[in-house]
Structure formats: C-alpha cells, structure tokens
C-alpha cells in the first residue's frame, strides 16, 4: 500500500521550505487511508456510508507516539509518496513506521513512525483483533490497494 | 476588545508570504475568545473549568459565512491586533467585523467577517438571547478586557 | 475541471463538525490545481519539474478576497469535489467562484470564491496575459481534465 | 522559560480529541519563542523590527527529527504550558525537549522533542556559536522570560 500526498501551498515556513509540520500531516492521511481501507476490507460498506474502525473491529487506535526523521527538502507541489509497514506488533500495541518518498524518483525524503495503543468504544484499553492485524498486513503487502 | 495573535512558522506559503488561510485562523482566534469572554463574563466559571456557549447562553453560533479582504503582508513573528466588531444583529443572526492591524503601528492588514446564525443544543434555528447580546457589546467596546 | 479533496482528520472543531477554516484549505487546492494545469498545458515541464505560473506566464494571481458560504456539513472521509468557474474577468482581476459538493449524491456543502490581482515579478500590478486567460477558461470547461 | 499556548478550535479530530498534529504546533511555537528571545538578547532590534537567528547569530536551526509522545488528553480553550530544556548539545547539532503541562494544574500532557542541525547562510552545515548555546542556556534556566 502506497498514499500519494501532495505538498501544498499551506504547508511552508517563511524561508519557502516545507514544514517539518506538515510531514506529520502526511503520515496522518495516510494513517486514515490504511484504516479506511482496513473498514472497506472487513465490511464493505455502502458508498456514502463511512463506517469507524471502532464499530467494525471493536477498537479505536489513538496515537501514543508520533516522530519524524527528516531527509530532504521537498518542493511546491511535489507529488510523496507514503509507505505504511507494520514495524512493531503487541498484544494492545503497535508501530507503524512510514516510507515519505518522492513519487518522480523514489529519494527518500522523510520516515516516520506513529505508535497506537487499543481502546475499546469506553477508552479502555483493549487488544488488537487477529483478524485488524491480519486485514492491515495483507493491505501493508500490497503493492496495488489503497492508492488514492 | 482586541485579541493579539502572532504569525507563527507554519503559516506560509512557497514563495514565504503569510498564507490566506491564517487570516481566517485569526479570526477564528478572536471568535474564540470573544465567546470565552462572554461566557466568562455571565459565568465566572471556576479556574480550569471551561464552559460552552450553548451550556451558558442556550445556544451556540455556528458560522454560516466567512470572508476576508487582504491588505497588506505581514511578516513572520509579527504581532497582530484583530479588532471585533458587531456589524449586523437580527433575531437569529449576526455578523462581526474583525480589523487586523499590525501592532507595531496600527496598519490595517485585513479585514474580515463571519456571519453566524444562532442554534440550540439540537442545532434549530433559535432567537439569540438579548443577555448575549449585551455582553457581547459590552465586550466589543471595551478597550481593556479580552486581550490575551 | 473538478477537483477532488477529502476531509481528514485534522479538519475538524471540538463538536466534531468540519472547521470552517478547512473548506479554505479545499478551495486553495482546487487553484493550485487549476494553476498547475494551466502552467503543464502552456509548458509541457518534464516529469518531475515544477514551473511557477509566473515563469511561465509572467504573472503571478495572489488572493487580494476570499469568501465562504457554508450550507451543508461534512463528515471525516468524505470526498468532496470542488468546481470551479470563471466569475469575473477584468484586465488586472478575476474572480473563481467555487462549488464544493458531496462527491457521493452531488450535494453542494459550500460555495466560496477567491478574488485574484495579477501581479509580475516585482509585485507590480499587472495585466492577465490573453493566453492565461484562454487556458484556464478551456480547463475549467473541461469536464475530464484536471481531476486527481 | 515557559511559552504559553492555547488549545484552539482548529486543533481537534472527529471524535473531538486534540489532534496530535498540533502538539508539534505547540512546540514550533515554543521553539520560535525561544529563537525570538535569543536574538533580542543579543541584537535588541527596535520595535517592531524582527531579525532572523541566522543574521544575528550566522547560523539558524533547521529541525533533522521531532517526537512527541502524548500522556493526557487536552481540552478545547485550555491553556498549556510549554517548558523548553536543552537535552543534547553537539558541535553541530542540539536536541530540545519540551514538557507540556496543562496551566491550570501542572499535569504533565505531553512531552516532545526537536533535534536540530546548525547551517549557515548557504544552508551548509555549522558548528553552533558559542555565544548562542550560552543566551539558549540562559533563556532556558529563567523562569521569567520568554512567557508571551
């Protein structure tokens, strides 16, 4: 799975360089995008209708830890693209850590990562669902889904 | 009532000119702590307890409308003073004007309205209650209270 | 020329409704794209070369107004798609209104419109090249075009 | 030095919880704070007159990393603390941490970091001036300054 992002002209500092900001941004859609695509695969809603993880699956996954490494500038609208893969796998935890490359020759720019604990509809914590884990990495594997 | 806000780093565009968009998070900054003040002022909450408009005055003022005319620019760090003003009262609308001015010297930078119409806690249409009203004047002409 | 965006998850207030200032975001998108267009069908840039409108019209079409009407709300991962017309033309002006509709039943959310000044290099009033003009009205009467 | 921030209407998810994009707005806003500090320490520039780091100091303070790991939810309208210290220093390089408390009572919400890299004007890299880590050092142990 890949998420195309775009760098837009809200997204710079005074100097006209992107900010470090909007790297986050970045990893935050393609964040929905994997969770969309994950509710999608479960349960195939109706179109119009947007279904939650946490009604599909049972959790939420808030985020516990969020950080970025910077590698390279990118420039106005420069098309990235972002490479979720499941790095760190626990009973009510996980980490995802993101690949942000540029589409027109594959540098990478930026790699992040966001760790999520599981929460029931009651913010309790909860375990990761066997079959969450199993329908995110068959998504993470796949080199065609979740495109946008 | 004037409310300073502060051209932060995030809020440019390529070329390092302050972007359209931050005008209207200026203004949304200044609506914010009109409304704060507003209820503060009916209140008196207790330090750290923060209450809602529409837990206060019954009803809350969703913004059906938002403009913004740009002046001149304004540079990264600057302090702004955004000026409320109550240009527009009907039963169940109203419209403020937010002059933007550079604190350094008091030049105009833009000016901006949002319209809003006033809802109950069910989100229907509701009268704006005149209690409101009064504070809200009373709060819009004075000169010291409400700055941040 | 339709343009497709999405709310995320960085759009909303704290009632869970999409904040006022992100439907500025979706319109400042749809005119980078349209921007982007116009600059790819006058230059043909090699893939992954970026020209700036100014290079290659001379002019560039900073936002001198911009304005919203907000007539319908928008849930988190909602895909809208924003259209935008040719409203007014003058020598140095234009106006692009914008339609935001659902992009599931139709639905127009919000109409908005940026209001623009042509400027060259230095910053100097100027007037809208002919060709620009042409350019940008055949890509906002495309139907295909433009969409991403 | 502590720099004071709001919890603002913009900052939430769709669920109404504090978005965790805007701890690092918090935090880019105390890191300009402190720089804005620094270089009126050293400069004292009149009023209303804004010198940049790297034309005070020969250098500025590109970000190479941020974290944030996030311990408490926040409300909207609440104000936070941001308390800046000064982890690392490197002959080039120096990582800031920021704690993140909420004013009303002290509680711990956040905690973040941003590494730098020291460059100057040709964006080559740096070693950090002397002069500079020692106004940062001061800055950081005054418990008076820096608070806007």
């Not at 799975?1 to 935050?28: A, N, Q």
């Not at 995802?96 to 913010?123: C, F, M, P």
């Amino acid at each position: 799975m890949k998420v195309e992002v775009k760098v837009r002209s809200y997204d710079f500092d005074p100097l006209g360089v992107t900010h470090f900001l909007s790297y986050f941004r970045f990893i935050s859609e393609a964040f929905e995008e994997l969770m969309e695509a994950a509710v999608r695969r479960k349960a195939m809603p109706k179109p119009g209708v947007r279904l939650k993880a946490v009604e599909v699956f049972g959790v939420s996954l808030p985020i516990t830890k969020a950080e970025c490494r910077y590698l390279a500038p990118t420039r106005f609208g420069e098309l990235l693209e972002v490479k979720p893969e499941l790095e760190e796998l626990q009973p009510s935890h996980l980490t995802i850590k993101y690949k942000i490359s540029r589409k027109s020759n594959g540098q990478l720019v930026a790699e992040a990562r966001t760790r999520h604990v599981a929460v029931d509809k009651s913010w309790r914590r909860a375990e990761i669902p066997g079959e969450l884990v199993e329908i995110v990495e068959n998504l993470l594997e796949d080199r065609a889904e979740g495109e946008t």
